[in-house]
């Protein structure tokens, strides 16, 4: 077994990435439980693995004595020096030991543990690789959607996951094969592998949809101050430049609004607000507000303001169901109370 056994360790290493090292202490372990196992528990022994000589052994384990108790656990003093003469009383004296059924356990048994390290680190891999993965945007491709629960399974290049009803965008239809950008929220160690959560209604999505597309959010002129959203509905992002010569509306827009337009196709046709950031809540409340025109803002206490508008733009400045000045308050931090004035 020794040379093949070898060998498939280096295959291992080279085309799952599983270090010899790992499978070298799992291997040792797993034949040092065959060998206890098959001799009724008795556990005085350790196995050796010598990738350079291609070699197992099985070691048996005694201790050096004066006078001899137990001789499945002791060796005389005496003994021990006819080994070698370095041993001294309390040393542990290793014997290698010949048995004929060894290496029938020992396959069985490495062949066992090869099978269940490939498991478990491939698991580490795809553990490793979505936690790589998270709060970040990823494709992935539906494979089919449970028509009682409306979850949909994807593959996503690592494994398969659910993309579950709650977090798809409201009316939404996922087709066979098609492809889809989902944002990895958690990420936690499950005994089978990975249990990754999918969304398409995070903010972090918008967020990441922005950055992917904008250059000069990808450069750090524009920065993203804050999104709040009601996936399928409307989002509204707060951004700000760090160079006065760069709009940062204008640059997320784009050429012929070509930018914004790939974002909101994306999100299904999700409206999106891009608000001008500005220190002065104020302002910012103002922006925030948008498309309505705001009149005036008086601050009154902390987080909580008043807000002024023409007859006309009250309706649009509270939004249908209350939605745009719901989000406009998530956005800012602020408790907005809108009047007429």
Known sequence: MNTEFFAALDMLEKEKGIPKEYMYEKVEAALQSAYKKDQD????????????????????????????????????????????????????????????NFRRLGAQAAKHVIIQAVREAERGMMIKEYENKREEIITATVLRVDDATGNATVDTGTS???????????????????????????????????????????????????????????????????????????????????????????????????RIQNIIDELDGEKIDIVKFDEAPENYIIAALSPAIVNQVIIEEERVCRVFVDADQLSLAIGKEGQNARLAAKLTGYKIDIKIG
């Open 41 to 100: 528990g008795y556990s005085n022994v350790k196995v050796v693995l010598d990738p350079v000589k291609k070699d197992v052994k099985l070691l048996q384990l005694k201790e050096v004595v004066e006078e001899i108790e137990d001789e499945t656990t002791q060796i005389s003093i005496e003994d021990a020096h006819r080994i070698s003469h370095r041993y001294n009383v309390g040393d542990v004296v290793e014997i290698e030991m010949k048995l004929k």
């Open 160 to 258: 398969i996951a659910t993309l579950i009803k709650a977090e798809q965008i409201p009316g939404e239809v996922y087709a066979e094969n098609e492809h889809i950008k989902v944002f990895v929220t958690e990420v936690r160690k499950e005994s089978h592998g990975p249990l990754v959560t999918l969304s398409r209604t995070h903010p972090g999505l918008v967020k990441r949809l922005f950055e992917l597309e904008i250059p000069e959010i990808q450069d750090g002129t524009v920065i993203i101050k804050g999104v709040v959203r009601e996936a399928g509905s409307r989002s509204k992002v707060a951004v700000m430049s760090r160079d006065e010569n760069v709009d940062p509306i204008g640059a997320c827009v784009g050429p012929r609004s070509m």
